[in-house]
């Protein structure tokens, strides 16, 4: 007889099968209860009949067979070459943890048949549990189970004393598929596996660590909440990927959609004469769209393949830790290590290799006067933009993300998701000065009394004000700009540094633009050196740059290598301070030729400063540094000499950008929180002086006088007008 395994058929006799998903001991092929469950090296399990048929299905066309992709992440695994296609499926390891699993809630069901008698035909409801032969039997089969010779000894219980026990204590006894009688008692560190006492006197007796499993079980056990965490980031970081692969798509799909509308205009200038050539040149425009939407998909499907098997593998894990055998942990973390290991590479592998498509339009300059002529309308260009999306959390030495040939792209390209889930632990903490206990991790920050942190906030807090807005995009501009730099200069003028076009831009006193540099690669942020110097950073060739500025030209004067890419600045006294994206993730001091004097990744107590350190400023005294960083969503603030100040997260400061002090008062904008906050230079909050007038507030900068603060805005999300907007607000005064 066959019946389904429901969570309301178990309903009240189970103690601990509510934390298990039913999805997990259903077959993704059938929808049915696991019947003799195979594992591919994805970690997805299937039915042996299923995935046997699916085998069969998906190599027709192959001459001869070679392999076959997993049902559910497309994964390609190969066949064994020496097995004839229809029994490749008997060559998949049996998954015995699930057969288990599955066999011990099947034991507990309400309506339990006697194993014994379903051999005969009969249904009987079964009373008691032997053990020893992993069967049910019925009053009448218990008895003369009971007498029997070679089963009297075996230990019979009732199963209504069992119903309430752990799964794995019902769980069947694993044997060795090469020994025949011999259990799995042994495990083989060099090898990831488990042995039975034959195996390991025949063929691992030359391996250097192996241990009995209950041994190695409680050695390894403690690596299991780490290793549920990494699962946990390589799916955020899959999730981060496609979304970008979905804003990818659309982006696409709208230069397509206005290539075709210019592509439509032309056509209507120039009569019937030209309906060949404006089919043509739209079949070739529909041709690269399809081949870049097969790349796309191809790069969506890769990460939600990698999310599935992390997610299995996390339901995998967490149900073995719970409910399995030492056996069935081992073969789990053994299997979950390398599969993690395989996500990781094909994550760097994709994340290193991501484009940005785009597609433009040129007509034929002799268009106009050439109609009668015309052999084309023009021609494609497909621009394939390098993006980074890193993972949010220190991958391994073997697997870095970050190359020398990748280019620094802004956070429009890559947006990162914020959960809300994942932000209740950060809110409302304000990490107190360092006195003499360690800093406090977010984890145990949670739990203490955060008004104890810092000084109440005053009843009221003064708004700045709107003065003026100007545009920051300038004649010769054809995007929108994105603008990640700003500083002000000798007699109140402005430098811009726009990302997207590659250009300094000066504006006089009055906000009127004056002139710009387009320099060889993007820059990102600048700071003010002495006078009219400024130094710009450069991440793609991990570079500053220092020019002068004079009435209507920039001129290089200087620069030097950072060792890694560079990105916010912060300058006092020929004393530069500069976030860095290495690993791991630093903030070095350098001097003006170049000198790296300190380099700060570490806090005293040994702990990671930074995930991703993004925009820096000093004090005037040049005593203390303060860092925004765009992963771990705080502001940071640490003394020249690298001792951690404090740190805060603050639940109405999301996503903080850039950051700018002036003598007591540090300002910090919220991007994801449309707002800018002032805090004390001693950590303590004060509150938000701007909330209406901007989007998506990015870099600030504040007047020599400290009567006003520049705001530049930039998101993906932004309207074209706002991300070419500059907006100064008049700081209030603060009442002491």
Known sequence: ????????????????????????????????????????????????????????????EQKPPGSFS??????????????????????????????????????????????????????????????????????????????MKFTQSHQSVQIENIKNLPFKSTSGHAYCPDHEGKSLDFYCNDHGVVLCGACVTVSHRQCSSVKTCRAAAAEYRDETSTLIDNLKHQTEWSVRIMDNRRHCVDTLEDTARHVKNQIANIRKQINDVLDAQENRILEELDDLKTKEMEILESEKETCQGIMSTTRNSTALLKNALKHGTENDLLSCIAQIKKETRLSERTLKNLSNNLKDVYVDFKPDKNLPSLLSHLKELGSFAVTRQSILIPPSYAVRADTVLIT?????????????????????????????????????????????????????????????????????????????????????????????????????????????????KVLSVRPYDITGCSGNDVAVTLPKEKKVLLFTVRDTEFSIIGGFQTGAKCFGIGSTQDLFAVSCYTSPPSVKLMSREGRELKVFTRDQFGQDLFFFPDYITIDKEGCNLFVSDKYKKSVISLTVKGEKRWEVRYHHLKGPRGVAVFGTRLFVAGNRSHNILEMSTEGEVIGAIVIDGISNPHKLAVSPGGERILVTQQHMTLSKAE?????IFRIPKRKM
């Open 70 to 147: 997993c049902p559910v992440c497309k994964r390609v695994v190969d066949g064994p070459s020496h097995v004839p296609i229809d029994s490749w499926a008997n060559d998949l390891p049996v998954n015995n943890f699930l057969n288990g699993l599955l066999n011990a809630a099947k034991l507990r069901a309400e309506d339990r048949r006697c194993d014994t008698c379903l051999h005969r035909n009969r249904k009987v409801l079964a009373s008691y549990w032997c053990d020893d032969c992993g069967e049910s039997l019925c009053d009448e089969c218990n008895q003369v189970h009971s007498s």
């Open 723 to 727: 991300k070419n907007i500059v907006k």
């Open 404 to 516: 020398e040939e990748r280019a620094t792209i802004e956070d429009e390209q890559h947006p990162t998701i914020e959960k809300e889930e994942h932000l209740k632990e950060f809110k409302n903490i304000v990490l107190p000065p360092i006195t003499s206990t360690p800093i406090f991790t977010p984890q145990k920050a949670t739990h203490l009394p955060v008004q104890s942190f810092r000084k109440p906030r005053p009843a009221s807090v003064r708004l700045a004000a709107l003065e003026q807005s100007f545009r920051g995009q300038t004649p010769n501009d054809r995007e929108n700009c994105s603008l990640t730099g700003a500083v002000y200069i000798g007699n109140g003028r402005i430098v811009l540094v726009d990302q997207v076009h590659r250009k300094l831009k000066l504006f006089d006193h009055q906000y009127k633009w004056v002139t710009e």
């Open 1 to 60: 007889m066959t019946y389904r395994l429901t969570h309301r058929s178990l309903a009240g006799s189970i103690a601990d099968l509510s934390d298990i998903a039913e999805e997990f001991l259903i077959c993704p092929i059938c929808s049915e209860d696991f019947n003799d469950p195979r594992t591919l090296s994805c970690l997805h399990s299937f039915c042996h009949d299923c995935i046997s048929e699916h085998i069969l299905q998906s190599t027709t």
